[in-house]
């Protein structure tokens, strides 16, 4: 079993709509949770953390932590094109990065 | 501006030839990573250093070294040992050693062809 798993996609939604990034992991001790943009070609850039259950928002972008399911999520509201982008999930335990294969998410204007 | 800084951008590798990526940052990290990145399988760890003068192997170490003799330089060695070296290459930095508050700072990426 992957210790983080996300649906790699494509996922499309219409300009302005709600898009719903999923990702689960499978230790229980993993204790950090991060979500990094990645646009073709370039490297990761960290857009949310956290460590926390519950609801963290920062702008149009709501991170979702679930740890008794082991699930964490990133909500983009008012999704515009320039969010067309492949999102990697990842997990830190044990001081360890541990990173998922990206979900492609694709803005339609 | 601080940062973390990769070269080449693009490198090119004949058989039987080693090959060394640069990474270079001035954000006062103590840890730094060495991941590849191939289509559909995500970010795999090569090597990691978290202080000094040392460094450990990742999932994927075979074929490649690396040396930390400076706080700010983490370069890559690409052996003729790794005979699947077509990849993008990414270094990363985080403060403090563990990561886990800040996440990491990604460099912006060699991409190596085997020629």
């Known amino acids: 079993q992957k210790e983080v798993e996300q649906n790699s996609g494509p996922l499309s939604v219409p300009e302005g709509a709600i898009a719903s990034l999923n990702c689960t992991y499978s230790?229980?001790?993993?204790?950090?949770f991060f979500w990094y943009r990645q646009y073709s070609g370039k490297s990761p850039e960290l857009i949310m953390f956290?460590?926390?259950?519950g609801d963290k928002e920062d702008g149009r972008f709501t991170a979702q932590l679930n740890k008794a399911s082991q699930y964490v999520s990133l909500l983009i509201r008012d999704s515009q094109p320039s969010d067309s982008a492949t999102y990697l999930c990842a997990v830190v335990r044990s001081s360890q990065f541990y990173f998922g294969t990206g979900t492609s998410l694709t803005v339609i204007p | 501006d601080g940062g973390i800084t990769q070269s080449p951008k693009y490198l090119f590798r004949k058989e039987g030839q080693n090959v060394t990526l640069s990474c270079e940052q001035n954000?006062?990290?103590?840890?730094m990573y060495w991941y590849r990145q191939d289509p559909g399988q995500g970010l795999r760890l090569i090597y990691y250093?978290?202080?000094?003068?040392?460094?450990q192997k990742g999932d994927i170490a075979e074929g490649y070294s690396v040396s930390r003799e400076k706080k700010e330089s983490f370069p890559l060695t690409v052996t003729s040992a790794q005979k699947n070296p077509t990849a993008f290459y990414l270094c990363?930095?985080?403060?403090?050693?563990?990561?886990?508050?800040?996440?990491?700072?990604f460099g912006s990426g060699t991409r190596l062809t085997v020629v």
């Open positions: 990363a930095s985080s403060l403090p050693r563990t990561g886990v508050n800040y996440g990491y700072t």
């Open positions: 250093s978290q202080i000094v003068n040392d460094f």
């Open positions: 230790d229980r001790g993993s204790q950090s």
């Open positions: 954000l006062n990290h103590d840890a």
């Open positions: 956290i460590y926390s259950n």
